[in-house]
């Protein structure tokens, strides 16, 4: 499986300030994808990072909020924009190849507090 | 919808004896389905999936997993459970026809001395 490295691993922010995680991947990836798991909650996807082209959001996030670029098949950043506390959250990558099947990989995750 | 269920927040379990973490799912179409788990401080980790075949499936870490279409479940368990087993699982499905994984809301595993 591909190694996943995400940084920064957490951060404290001041309301009202942006913070940009970053995802980088050892190998070329297909898939890459933002999740988010809120304090003692299961993980929600937040959108799919599309290689040159614009971000994939589900129902309830939006560019604005959560920009996310993706320049390469390795490498991707998300940006937590004007953040609230409740925002506060375990921010995660994960990869995965071509196929529908196949196993999404998860970076170790950043672990943000907004105050 | 489409969806994962953990019934259990929690299981308690002793060190040697068996354990069994449940999911249950509702899909349309064949099921994918996964397990992870997540120990303090990390990330998750896969530990197996079904696609198709045996029903029985095995894993990492000595884990297997039963699919049972009768029952739409997929049960996570393992014969004899360790201290170090204690961590979050979370079972996933993959959301119909896409590459989107749908997660449950996680069970907490305690394994005691």
């Known amino acids: 499986s591909a190694v996943i490295s995400q940084k920064p691993s957490r951060d404290i922010c001041q309301r009202g300030t942006s913070l940009t995680i970053q995802c980088q991947v050892d190998s070329q990836v297909t898939m890459m994808f933002w999740y988010r798991q809120q304090p003692g909650q299961s993980l929600t996807l937040i959108a799919t990072?599309?290689?040159?082209?614009?971000?994939?959001?589900e129902s309830g996030f939006v560019i604005d909020k959560f920009p996310i670029s993706r320049p390469n098949l390795t490498f991707s950043t998300l940006t937590v924009s004007n953040m609230s506390p409740e925002d506060s959250s375990i921010y995660l990558c994960?990869?995965?190849?071509?196929?529908?099947?196949?196993?999404?990989?998860f970076g170790p995750g950043t672990r943000l507090l907004v105050l | 919808a489409q969806s994962v269920a953990q019934p259990e927040d929690q299981v308690n379990v002793a060190e040697g004896n068996p354990l069994t973490v449940k999911c249950t799912y509702s899909?349309?179409?064949?099921?994918?389905l996964f397990w992870y788990v997540q120990y303090p401080n990390r990330g998750l980790q896969f530990l197996l999936k079904?696609?198709?075949?045996?029903?029985l499936v095995k894993g990492s870490y000595g884990f297997e997993a039963e699919f049972n279409k009768s029952q739409t479940s997929f049960h996570l368990k393992k014969p004899s459970a360790l201290v170090s087993d204690s961590a979050l699982y979370f079972c996933?499905?993959?959301?119909?026809?896409?590459?989107?994984?749908?997660f449950g809301t996680g069970t907490r595993l305690q394994v005691f001395p």
């Open positions: 996933a499905v993959l959301r119909y026809n896409t590459d989107k994984l749908i």
């Open positions: 990072a599309n290689q040159g082209s614009e971000a994939t959001y």
């Open positions: 079904y696609i198709t075949g045996d029903n």
């Open positions: 994960s990869v995965a190849g071509t196929a529908i099947q196949e196993t999404q990989y």
């Open positions: 899909v349309s179409g064949n099921p994918y």
